[in-house]
């Protein structure tokens, strides 16, 4: 029988729901070295956490982090509160000898990231950003593909991540639209993730050039939270976020770059995408059709050459042997499934694990940097914010 890993995870919201359904499932589909048990779960308010936990299965509920993190029973640590607690919670976690996974982006800034950073080296510990899309198998085989040279040297990586979710005015002023809480809008909520994704797939940034733009400064205060929206009172208090970055880079191998994010594309719920140029062909990608990698090959005949559709669901494809049969395809939670197994695989085989908090300095780094640029209006090195 496998041991087991007690986990703690620290915040109850549309996170916690898919951290919960993976350390619920995971050991259901992936043979495990080591099995997480759900022990406690940590948030408020307590009638809220109380339910929450009842409905995912964790052992115990309580509303103080501090004597969660302290318990000799738990090994690991899962941070999905607000970013503004991010660095407080993984530090106390870390500094209690425990493994941490923290959601992106990492923390508020680069500051805050360095601490987390530095108290992870520290303690020797596991440490793990959430960046869950690098364990979509389509992503995953992008990986490979470039790394094993089908497309050559890259020339252009062009990424968006467009939602429309707040584009009525009416629609209240949540957490993710306060500066306090959030640090920042849809940079540092999407832009995070396509920064991971180029830094992943093509290599590090050198410099940015940027724009940020908020296009309604005042809405309805939140008299009640709902998921990823809430209920709006009669009152009404300022957005200090952006609701929409875009920005050019140039990568430290030489390809250029261009990144949008923004929650204003109509139409657009949750599209992920990138693709990815280079002299010998090309990669396209969209978390709309997350199972589809398209490719293109240069150094095919031009009688019979054009875009082709890998369907990443074979079981030779990354992570797709404890899935489904051929055909069959995976959702969204899967890739947070597939990060905890990576997880509890290095934690239980004392292995290496990424990406870690230095990838979530990293990506911060260059987030930070983009709203420099904004603000100064110039391109900013990245080496400026180290």
Same mark, same amino acid.
């Given at each position: 029988m496998a041991r087991r890993i007690?986990?703690?995870?620290?915040?109850?919201?549309?996170?916690?729901? #898919?951290?919960?359904n993976s350390y619920y499932k995971v050991a259901r589909f992936f043979k495990v070295d080591a099995e997480p048990e759900m022990r406690?779960?940590?948030?408020?308010? *307590?009638?809220?956490v109380k339910a929450f936990a009842q409905q995912w299965c964790w052992k115990e509920w309580s509303t103080n982090y501090r004597e969660v993190v302290k318990r000799d029973d738990l090994e690991l640590i899962d941070v999905n509160t607000p970013n503004n607690l991010h660095a407080e919670v993984s530090i106390a976690a870390l500094e209690a000898g425990k493994h941490v996974i923290c959601e992106k982006p990492l923390a508020m800034n680069v500051k805050e990231c360095k601490a987390m950073v530095a108290a992870a080296k520290k303690s020797g510990k596991k440490n793990m950003v959430s960046f869950n899309y690098r364990r979509v198998p389509a992503v995953s085989l992008a990986k490979k593909m470039i790394e094993d040279g089908k497309i050559g040297k890259v020339y252009h990586v062009r990424s968006s991540y467009l939602q429309d979710w707040i584009m009525d005015p009416k629609f209240p002023r949540v957490w993710r639209l306060v500066k306090a809480i959030t640090g920042s809008g849809a940079h540092g909520d999407l832009n995070a993730h396509i920064i991971d994704l180029a830094r992943y797939l093509v290599g590090d940034f050198e410099e940015v050039v940027g724009h940020a733009e908020t296009f309604i400064h005042e809405r309805p205060l939140m008299e009640e939270s709902i998921g990823l929206t809430g209920k709006a009172g009669k009152k009404t208090g300022k957005v200090d976020v952006d609701d929409a970055v875009v920005f050019i880079a140039k990568m430290k191998n030489g390809a250029i770059g261009t990144f949008e994010a923004t929650r204003f594309a109509g139409g657009r719920r949750n599209q992920n995408q990138f693709e990815i140029n280079g002299d010998k062909g090309t990669l396209v990608w969209q978390l709309e059709r997350m199972n589809?990698?398209?490719?293109?090959? %240069? *150094?095919?005949?031009?009688?019979?050459?054009?875009? %082709?559709?890998?369907?990443?669901?074979?079981?030779?494809?990354?992570?797709?042997?404890?899935?489904?049969?051929?055909?069959?395809i995976v959702g969204y939670e899967h890739s947070f499934i597939n990060e905890i197994y990576d997880l509890i695989q290095?934690?239980?085989?004392?292995?290496?694990? #990424?990406? #870690?908090?230095?990838?979530?300095l990293r990506c911060q780094e260059v987030l930070d940097a983009v709203l420099k640029s904004a603000g100064e209006r110039r391109w900013v090195k990245i080496s400026e914010m180290k």
């Open positions: 007690g986990v703690g995870m620290i915040g109850a919201g549309f996170m916690g729901k #898919t951290h919960s406690v779960l940590c948030a408020l308010p *307590e009638a809220a589809e990698l398209q490719y293109f090959s %240069r *150094e095919e005949c031009s009688e019979t050459q054009g875009f %082709r559709t890998i369907i990443v669901t074979q079981p030779e494809h990354p992570y797709m042997h404890a899935w489904w049969p051929p055909g069959h290095a934690i239980a085989n004392d292995k290496p694990i #990424t990406p #870690t908090f230095e990838d979530g």
